[in-house]
């Protein structure tokens, strides 16, 4: 215990937990720690009472004392029984404040964060760090409040009665004591190194599962059944042999302790049983003395034991403060204000971005985007014009130049007020575990039912909702497994004409639509973007005809931009290779 506190890591993790969790719940843990130091006193006094049970029986016997000490030892143990339940009571309740308060902020942090964050960790990682984390947290001040209230104060208080009843014989349990603490000391490293890696291989089962479940498509179609099924084994049977590994170093301090435990009261029976016979002491102050022993070695025992357990539990506290203290990349200025409104007009400045250090996607990018016009950008993938809607959303933030919202820098403006101004439809439909209304109402939450129907009309959807067995009430599974990929596009296409964001920008929104479907929605297109600044990623050309203008990007540079019949012009041009390849008008 007091070298897993001594170690200054873990100290830290101690007290930051203690800091944080027991502030806040101060009078749960007061409760807790009061009756623990009545359970503590009461531990004491049933050992004390045992020199005048015996001496009551051998030494006066007077039958009246008998009353008053039983009467003594019921009360003990009933206000002890007491103490217990309100004990339990409030460490329980202050425990599962604890675990709720450091889910909360985890997964608040969490989502704080910007999308670099979720490239860095996976989603399996981070739900163990949002489960078993929290409980960690708890177990921690749980460990920490009963070892140092409850165990230690019950240890003093016998270790008092011990010493007052026989200074000899407490010698001896006290020569034992440390050596048990030792041998159990030397386990913990090894404890520790093993729980980091349990908690690895638990993270592992939950990505097979995931995978499993978003990719049961491929892993069907594809026969990789066999493949998931021996992942899953493995990593099932990794958690297995861990946890047996950490049973077995934790059940080794059993032993230990038994073996020394039973060497020492061996020895205070023999030296105490000499005490009596030969030297004529009274039997009571052996009598509680050995019970007082006795009721030492249960807290002794979990004090040796909880540095194991502490161990255990603060690598879950550590993995949790590690997503708490994660810089976050996309902060707002300190100074952040709401967008002014105007009219939607976008401007890259000299713009360099890379994601990873040393391969950049744009250099010196500038580009405008006219407000209240629809400009399409096109080019082979990899070209960098996600990346482009990517920081016209600051998903990103630009390494060199500024990224302008009606001649403001979006990184001085509040990040909810650049959002509220966009709707985006992104490349890879994603859509929430609910109803197809509570999907498409995603994008304005006060949105009617009206609003949202109309919103699906307009996207090309209604009709085949009310084909589905509830309409809009019907659940669509997560990940909306159940739907073709050109329904799915449709539903997203909805929940951003539902926004009626005065940006609009549209990833391959079109991409898995059949050609009916897809000039369907050209049609809605060309009323939806009245008003509005909209970018819009297409292959199709009959898509990126629409626009006011063209930018055709190459390798995150401009290679030509202009409207469809300026570019279609350009006989050796880009657009031109693009256009003779689709043949479209
Ligand atoms: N999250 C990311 N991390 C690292 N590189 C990325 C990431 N997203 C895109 N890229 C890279 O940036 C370049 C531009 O990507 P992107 O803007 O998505 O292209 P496009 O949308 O034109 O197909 C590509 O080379 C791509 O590999
Ligand atoms: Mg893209």
Redesign the pocket.
Do not use: A, F, L, P
């Given at each position: 215990m007091l070298k897993t506190l001594r170690s200054a890591a873990n100290q830290k993790v101690i007290v930051r937990l203690l800091e944080d969790s027991l502030r806040t719940h101060a009078p749960a843990y007061s409760v807790a720690i009061a009756a623990m130091l009545v359970v503590a006193a009461m531990t004491g006094a049933s050992a004390w009472v045992m020199r005048d049970v015996t001496n009551g029986f051998v030494v006066s016997r007077d039958p009246s004392n008998i009353y008053m000490i039983g009467a003594a030892v019921a009360a003990i143990f009933i206000i002890k029984g007491m103490a217990s339940y309100v004990e339990a009571l409030s460490l329980s309740r202050a425990g599962n404040a604890i675990v709720a308060e450091r889910q909360r902020k985890v997964y608040d942090r969490m989502l704080e964060h910007g999308?670099e964050f979720y490239?860095s960790f996976s989603s399996s990682d981070l739900i163990t760090r949002l489960t078993k984390s929290a409980q960690a947290a708890r177990r921690v001040v749980e460990i920490m409040v009963t070892s140092l209230v409850r165990d230690l104060c019950s240890l003093v208080a016998l270790l008092a009665v011990m010493i007052v009843q026989q200074p000899y014989l407490s010698l001896i349990a006290l020569v034992f004591g440390p050596g048990a603490i030792y041998g159990v000391n030397r386990l913990r490293k090894r404890v520790r190194r093993m729980v980091e890696k349990e908690y690895l291989s638990a993270a592992r089962i939950v990505h097979v599962l995931q995978e499993t479940v978003f990719g049961v498509r491929i892993v069907k179609s594809f026969n990789l059944e066999g493949t998931m099924r021996n992942q899953m084994h493995e990593a099932v049977a990794d958690v297995q042999r861990r946890a047996n590994s950490i049973t077995r170093i934790e059940a080794a301090t059993s032993p230990i302790m038994e073996t020394l435990a039973g060497l020492a009261i061996a020895g205070v029976i023999i030296t105490s049983g000499y005490l009596v016979l030969e030297k004529g002491q009274t039997p009571g102050e052996t009598m509680a003395f050995i019970t007082a022993l006795l009721l030492a070695y249960e807290p002794a025992k979990r004090l040796a034991r909880t540095r194991v357990s502490l161990e255990a539990a603060l690598v879950g506290v550590r993995m949790m403060f590690e997503i708490a203290d994660r810089p976050l990349k996309l902060a707002e200025a300190p100074d952040a204000r709401p967008l002014s409104a105007g009219p939607g007009e976008i401007r890259f400045e000299n713009v360099g971005f890379s994601?990873?250090d040393g391969?950049p996607?744009f250099q010196d990018l500038d580009l405008i985007f006219p407000a209240g016009r629809m400009t399409a950008l096109v080019?082979v993938?990899?070209?960098?014009?996600?990346?482009?809607m990517?920081l016209v959303m600051r998903l990103y933030d630009p390494d060199r130049g500024r990224v302008l919202v009606d001649g403001q820098d979006i990184r001085q403006a509040t990040v909810h007020s650049l959002r509220e101004k966009i709707a985006y439809v992104s490349?890879d439909t994603f859509l929430f575990d609910g109803t197809v209304m509570h999907n498409i109402r995603m994008g304005r939450q006060d949105a009617s039912d009206e609003d949202v129907i109309a919103a699906a009309r307009a996207a090309n959807a209604h009709d085949f909702i009310m084909r589905m067995p509830c309409g809009y009430q019907t659940h669509i599974g997560e990940n909306g497994l159940a739907l073709s990929g050109g329904q799915r596009q449709r539903l997203s296409i909805a929940r951003a004409m539902l926004r009626n964001a005065q940006i609009l920008l549209l990833?391959e929104a079109t991409s898995a639509l059949d050609a009916e479907s897809e000039s369907l929605f050209r049609d809605a297109l060309e009323h939806l973007k009245e008003g509005r600044t909209t970018i819009v990623?297409a292959h199709r050309l009959s898509t990126v005809a629409q626009a006011d203008n063209i930018i055709v990007?190459a390798d995150g540079q401009v290679a030509e931009q202009g409207p469809h019949a300026d570019l279609v012009a350009m006989r050796a041009g880009g657009y031109r290779r693009l256009y003779d390849f689709q043949l479209l008008p």
């Open positions: 999308i490239h994601y990873r391969v996607v080019g993938s990899g070209s960098g014009k996600s990346t482009v990517n490349q990833d990623i990007m």
